[in-house]
């Protein structure tokens, strides 16, 4: 679905963000890029919906190349949520807002307000939908500028730091609302710091350093190795530390458990 | 483009002469070389302008980023050109065009080579209210956080479809719409947390405040204060007391 070869990129203050990116995304898949801050995850999604070309190296969305196609093109498909939604919210009412995404499109009048609902009700916006976004909340923000991008009904699906500021319970939503956007057939990429709702819920997680990818794998492998989370400055999951902390005194204890469940399962296997 | 046009504006942390020059003589130099750009009009005066500017920008190391400001404006030039020529001669097209490109020169070199603090602290010491000199300071240091601020914005609004070259001209400025809102926003947004922060850390408490940095004088301040003011006098004394010399006044033969 989307493909990234040995891709470069250099910002025009001089930062080299991206230094010859190589990633597989395929249809359907649900993945985790994480990274300490300045890892270049925010520029490598740029570059999925043409925000940024690269300046060596290719992407293809759809067998497409991103330097032979527009942002309006390419945003069809690939829809970007970026992290900070009052960067992009500014019509008088919900409904307005979404209307501008799909007016963008030349969507007909039917099908936009048919995609409206949809949206609205996937989205628990519905009793807001007359209410300025400014009024709202920061979570229900989020989830609004989620719809803004969701109507258009894009193949790829891509969040920037969707978790940041969420309670708990919302997280949970998102993640059962992305996950079954990924089981119609949606491909949904996540940009996140959030190791736990990482661990929780992705199958496939991609690990950034200065520029790189260090690692890409299951959760199991990538947020249990030690060394490669040193080196992107993350933290391993809770339920992975405790796992370490038995194995030290307990040789044969597993180490590459990375939800409470597992945890439980092994203690309980253990004490049996 | 015009994003670009203000990073000729923006500080730039560097070890020059002229960085180190205390920023109530670069206001002089500034203003002098303002001052006496409005009192000439014509080509070979105003150049000689340009020359003494433009060293200055070249000691400080900031010729590309002046370039950058100089090319932001390239439309200006040409409409500037095209009028005066038409209205006037040539010649006095011309004029006019340096005398632009000197006024440009003349705020970068004290933007670029003065730290927002040091602008503040120059203001203060003529005698302006704290609270004002900080005001001003924060203005412009806050112009290349929302220049950025204006990128992000454009790209989130870009992946929602829209498209901002497209369209006639009224449908060029609507598309502005998504833009400048959010702009806005979220600049009031940071204004009002700005003003919170700066509360709860007794801004305005006391009437007389200390400064971590205090102004020096040195020789080099001096000199060059003395330099411009001198270029203040001298242009006003040929211009409206004794008259150009003859080459001050060639013009082109068109």
């Given at each position: 679905m989307i493909e990234v070869v040995d891709v470069w990129y250099r910002y025009p203050e001089g930062s080299v963000a991206l230094r010859g990116v190589s990633l597989q995304i395929e249809r359907g898949e649900f993945i985790a890029i994480m990274g300490e801050n300045g890892a270049g995850k925010t520029t490598l999604i740029k570059h999925f919906n043409g925000l940024l070309k690269p300046q060596r190296g290719e992407v293809f969305v759809d067998g497409i190349n991103t330097k032979e196609s527009s942002i309006a093109e390419l945003s069809k498909k690939v829809g970007v949520v970026f992290q900070n939604p009052d960067h992009q919210l500014f019509s008088s009412t919900v409904e307005e807002e979404i209307m501008f995404s799909l007016n963008n499109l030349n969507i007909d009048a039917d099908e936009a307000r048919r995609r409206m609902e949809w949206v609205l009700k996937l989205l628990d916006l519905e009793r807001y939908r007359?209410?300025?976004?400014?009024?709202?909340s920061g979570g229900e923000k989020k989830r609004l500028a989620l719809a803004t991008i969701l109507c258009m009904k894009p193949k790829v699906l891509v969040l920037d730091e969707?978790?940041?500021?969420?309670?708990f319970e919302q997280k949970m939503k998102l993640a059962e609302l992305l996950q079954n956007l990924v089981r119609k057939g949606t491909t949904v990429v996540v940009v996140t710091h959030d190791v736990e709702f990482a661990a929780m819920y992705f199958p496939r997680v991609v690990l950034m350093a200065r520029g790189r990818i260090i690692a890409d794998g299951v959760p199991e492998d990538v947020l249990t190795n030690d060394e490669i989370l040193r080196r992107a400055s993350l933290i391993p999951p809770q339920a992975t530390k405790i796992a370490w902390e038995v194995s030290r005194e307990l040789?044969?204890?597993?180490?590459k458990i990375i939800r409470v469940k597992e945890l439980y399962e092994a203690v309980i296997s253990l004490v049996r | 483009m015009a994003i670009e046009m203000f990073r000729g504006f923006e500080f730039k942390r560097r070890d020059t002469l002229i960085h180190r020059l205390d920023p109530r003589t670069k206001l002089i130099m500034s203003l002098s070389i303002l001052v006496s750009s409005l009192i000439f009009d014509k080509i070979i005066p105003l150049l000689l302008v340009f020359l003494i500017s433009f060293a200055l920008i070249s000691i400080s190391k900031s010729v590309t980023e002046w370039y950058k400001s100089i090319k932001g404006l390239s439309v200006l030039f040409l409409i500037i050109l095209i009028v005066n020529s038409f209205a006037y001669s040539l010649s006095f097209a011309i004029a006019m065009c340096i005398r632009l490109v000197n006024f440009v020169t003349a705020f970068s070199l004290f933007f670029l080579t003065t730290h927002p603090d040091d602008l503040a602290h120059a203001l203060i010491s003529l005698r302006i209210p704290f609270e004002i000199a900080f005001a001003f300071s924060m203005a412009t240091r806050y112009v290349p956080t929302l220049a950025r601020e204006a990128q992000i914005i454009a790209e989130a609004q870009m992946s929602r479809g829209l498209e901002l070259q497209k369209g006639g001209f009224l449908q060029r400025v609507r598309n502005l719409i998504p833009l400048i809102v959010p702009l806005v926003i979220c600049s009031i947004k940071r204004a009002l947390s700005v003003a919170e922060s700066l509360e709860s850390r007794?801004?305005?408490?006391?009437?007389k405040r200390t400064y971590l940095h205090e102004l020096k004088f040195g020789l080099w301040d001096f000199l060059m204060s003395f330099a411009f003011l001198g270029l203040v006098i001298w242009s006003a004394v040929t211009t409206f007391?004794?008259?150009?010399?003859?080459?001050?006044?060639l013009e082109l033969p068109i």
């Amino acid at each position: 679905m989307i493909e990234v070869v040995d891709v470069w990129y250099r910002y025009p203050e001089g930062s080299v963000a991206l230094r010859g990116v190589s990633l597989q995304i395929e249809r359907g898949e649900f993945i985790a890029i994480m990274g300490e801050n300045g890892a270049g995850k925010t520029t490598l999604i740029k570059h999925f919906n043409g925000l940024l070309k690269p300046q060596r190296g290719e992407v293809f969305v759809d067998g497409i190349n991103t330097k032979e196609s527009s942002i309006a093109e390419l945003s069809k498909k690939v829809g970007v949520v970026f992290q900070n939604p009052d960067h992009q919210l500014f019509s008088s009412t919900v409904e307005e807002e979404i209307m501008f995404s799909l007016n963008n499109l030349n969507i007909d009048a039917d099908e936009a307000r048919r995609r409206m609902e949809w949206v609205l009700k996937l989205l628990d916006l519905e009793r807001y939908r007359k209410r300025s976004p400014f009024s709202l909340s920061g979570g229900e923000k989020k989830r609004l500028a989620l719809a803004t991008i969701l109507c258009m009904k894009p193949k790829v699906l891509v969040l920037d730091e969707p978790t940041m500021g969420q309670d708990f319970e919302q997280k949970m939503k998102l993640a059962e609302l992305l996950q079954n956007l990924v089981r119609k057939g949606t491909t949904v990429v996540v940009v996140t710091h959030d190791v736990e709702f990482a661990a929780m819920y992705f199958p496939r997680v991609v690990l950034m350093a200065r520029g790189r990818i260090i690692a890409d794998g299951v959760p199991e492998d990538v947020l249990t190795n030690d060394e490669i989370l040193r080196r992107a400055s993350l933290i391993p999951p809770q339920a992975t530390k405790i796992a370490w902390e038995v194995s030290r005194e307990l040789e044969d204890f597993p180490r590459k458990i990375i939800r409470v469940k597992e945890l439980y399962e092994a203690v309980i296997s253990l004490v049996r | 483009m015009a994003i670009e046009m203000f990073r000729g504006f923006e500080f730039k942390r560097r070890d020059t002469l002229i960085h180190r020059l205390d920023p109530r003589t670069k206001l002089i130099m500034s203003l002098s070389i303002l001052v006496s750009s409005l009192i000439f009009d014509k080509i070979i005066p105003l150049l000689l302008v340009f020359l003494i500017s433009f060293a200055l920008i070249s000691i400080s190391k900031s010729v590309t980023e002046w370039y950058k400001s100089i090319k932001g404006l390239s439309v200006l030039f040409l409409i500037i050109l095209i009028v005066n020529s038409f209205a006037y001669s040539l010649s006095f097209a011309i004029a006019m065009c340096i005398r632009l490109v000197n006024f440009v020169t003349a705020f970068s070199l004290f933007f670029l080579t003065t730290h927002p603090d040091d602008l503040a602290h120059a203001l203060i010491s003529l005698r302006i209210p704290f609270e004002i000199a900080f005001a001003f300071s924060m203005a412009t240091r806050y112009v290349p956080t929302l220049a950025r601020e204006a990128q992000i914005i454009a790209e989130a609004q870009m992946s929602r479809g829209l498209e901002l070259q497209k369209g006639g001209f009224l449908q060029r400025v609507r598309n502005l719409i998504p833009l400048i809102v959010p702009l806005v926003i979220c600049s009031i947004k940071r204004a009002l947390s700005v003003a919170e922060s700066l509360e709860s850390r007794c801004f305005g408490a006391v009437k007389k405040r200390t400064y971590l940095h205090e102004l020096k004088f040195g020789l080099w301040d001096f000199l060059m204060s003395f330099a411009f003011l001198g270029l203040v006098i001298w242009s006003a004394v040929t211009t409206f007391l004794v008259g150009y010399p003859r080459v001050f006044t060639l013009e082109l033969p068109i």
